[in-house]
């Protein structure tokens, strides 16, 4: 039985509901392979999280750059909350350790791990403010998120990879780009889409995800190398 007290010390927030936190690291796989273990998935703990996670940026955004624009600070909110950086603030917190994985999502270690990484960090948002409120979901996003604002700042990780190559592909070639799922597989909980990105009938590039919107992003990013427009 895995022991969450390490990882309560380690967030300083002990829950008083302790089922609250399983569920947040349960994974559907598990639930499946496992079926008479009980409890739930952590699906529903990250679909409340998501929510709870945009608002809470998106206030701090507003307040902190007072006279930015809304398309700028909807980029800057993007690039804090996609799921590359989630997966990378819950590697740190080394949520991996304590997760309820099948044998089988266990042994992947790729991109997929990532995906169920960042879903598990939005779950456990999802937990505090269910067990401690707003203010207990606040205070977790601030100290392990929020504080990445200049790093976002500094490496510009705030351009997105599909604005910047419609941009590139307007001025360049005149033409609006266009996304196709050229391959996808998996059951429903656990997709992954390869897509291809066009400029008319021209295929530039493409990308793999765990999702139709990162694989975009993705393929945006290897068109944007693909024509040097980087």
Same mark, same amino acid.
């Given at each position: 039985?895995?022991?969450?007290?390490?990882?309560?010390?380690?967030?300083?927030?002990?829950?008083?509901?302790?089922?609250?936190?399983?569920?947040?690291?349960?994974?559907?796989?598990?639930?499946?392979?496992?079926?008479?273990?009980?409890?739930?998935?952590?699906?529903? +703990?990250?679909?409340?999280? %998501?929510? /709870? !996670? =945009?608002?809470?940026?998106t206030e701090f955004l507003f307040k902190k750059f007072k006279e930015m624009p809304e398309g700028e600070l909807t980029l800057l909110r993007s690039a804090l909350v996609n799921a590359n950086m989630l997966s990378t603030v819950a590697s740190e917190l080394e949520i991996n350790d304590f997760l309820f994985l099948s044998r089988g999502e266990a042994k992947d270690v790729g991109r997929a791990r990532a995906f169920i990484l960042?879903?598990?960090?939005?779950?456990?948002?999802?937990?505090?403010?269910?067990?401690?409120?707003?203010?207990?979901?606040?205070?977790?996003?601030?100290?392990? +998120?929020?504080?990445?604002? %200049?790093? /976002? !700042? =500094?490496?510009?990780?705030?351009?997105?990879?599909?604005?910047?190559?419609?941009?590139?592909?307007?001025?360049?070639?005149?033409?609006?780009?266009?996304?196709?799922?050229?391959?996808?597989?998996?059951?429903?909980?656990?997709?992954?889409?390869?897509?291809?990105?066009?400029?008319?009938?021209?295929?530039?590039?493409?990308?793999?995800?765990?999702?139709?919107?990162?694989?975009?992003?993705?393929?945006?990013?290897?068109?944007?190398?693909?024509?040097?427009?980087?």
């Amino acid at each position: 039985m895995k022991d969450f007290s390490f990882f309560e010390k380690k967030i300083d927030y002990f829950f008083s509901d302790k089922k609250l936190l399983k569920e947040a690291f349960t994974h559907r796989s598990y639930l499946n392979e496992n079926p008479s273990g009980g409890g739930s998935h952590n699906e529903r +703990l990250e679909f409340l999280g %998501d929510a /709870v !996670l =945009e608002l809470i940026a998106t206030e701090f955004l507003f307040k902190k750059f007072k006279e930015m624009p809304e398309g700028e600070l909807t980029l800057l909110r993007s690039a804090l909350v996609n799921a590359n950086m989630l997966s990378t603030v819950a590697s740190e917190l080394e949520i991996n350790d304590f997760l309820f994985l099948s044998r089988g999502e266990a042994k992947d270690v790729g991109r997929a791990r990532a995906f169920i990484l960042a879903n598990a960090f939005e779950a456990i948002i999802g937990a505090l403010y269910l067990d401690g409120g707003y203010a207990a979901a606040e205070k977790f996003i601030t100290k392990y +998120l929020l504080i990445r604002i %200049d790093e /976002v !700042l =500094e490496k510009r990780l705030f351009h997105d990879a599909k604005s910047l190559f419609q941009e590139k592909a307007q001025e360049f070639a005149g033409i609006t780009p266009a996304y196709r799922v050229l391959k996808e597989w998996g059951p429903d909980h656990d997709k992954h889409f390869v897509v291809g990105v066009y400029l008319g009938e021209e295929l530039v590039a493409s990308g793999e995800g765990p999702s139709k919107q990162i694989a975009e992003q993705n393929a945006a990013e290897a068109g944007l190398k693909s024509k040097s427009w980087s």
